[in-house]
């Protein structure tokens, strides 16, 4: 993917590789895994392995992994068993995760649970916005609403009622509808997945469910 997409599997790094090397062949040789390794569609089989995750899960060794080897692991696993088989969709998604959660970039765009939580703030936002700007900014638009939405349920819930804020399903449909236009939109720079961007529309609310079982089950994120 371009440098402007978020994703994970161009960011492992040599620690991700030692771990799958202690889970797939802690006796054998590193050269034939290394080999593996350099090819994306062998490293693609190699991550699907159930293994893999309950590794991931139950090994201390798993403390060494990088954030984007973590997330996509994760994401992909909760996502084929949801029936969602497109591994550059896990990987947009965990790297929109890795964008958002594993570090604090102070931009209220990307930060969570921090930043803009409201669908009126990107609302406002997308009103004046026009041509490549707000491609951008409904992509973010989704994003946000897609974490927010999967991760954080809890947190939604809580606010509507103590305040009557609109519920999940009301953020879930804003994420579809703002992955819908980022993918309609022809001022999107050419290397944009936009079709990609369709297919998580569709299958937002299927890959949301996903994500809460994933969140309450393998993460914990706090309050």
Not at 7 to 23: E, G, H, I, K, Q
Not at 161 to 183: I, K, M, N, S
Request: with cysteine.
């Amino acid at each position: 993917m371009s440098s402007w997409i978020p994703s994970c599997r161009d960011r492992f790094t040599l620690s991700d590789f030692s771990f799958l090397t202690a889970v797939l062949s802690p006796h054998g040789e590193r050269c034939h895994l290394w080999t593996l390794w350099e090819d994306p569609e062998a490293l693609r089989e190699m991550l699907d392995l159930k293994d893999v995750l309950r590794a991931l899960i139950d090994s201390t060794a798993a403390l060494s992994v990088s954030p984007a080897f973590y997330f996509y692991v994760l994401v992909r696993h909760s996502f084929l068993d949801a029936g969602i088989d497109d591994p550059g969709m896990s990987d947009y998604v965990a790297g929109v995760m890795v964008q958002r959660l594993a570090s604090d970039t102070g931009d209220p765009l990307r930060s969570l649970p921090a930043g803009l939580t409201h669908a009126a703030d990107f609302v406002a936002i997308l009103e004046s916005a026009q041509g490549r700007m707000r491609f951008h900014l409904q992509l973010e638009a989704g994003n946000q609403f897609l974490v927010l939405t999967g991760l954080f349920p809890g947190f939604i819930n809580r606010r509507c009622q103590r305040r009557g804020a609109p519920g999940v399903g009301f953020y879930e449909d804003f994420a579809r509808r703002a992955y819908r236009d980022a993918a309609d939109n022809r001022s999107a720079p050419q290397d944009a997945p936009r079709r990609m961007f369709g297919e998580l529309s569709e299958a937002l609310p299927l890959a949301r469910l996903s994500l809460n079982k994933m969140a309450e089950e393998f993460v914990f994120l706090g309050d």
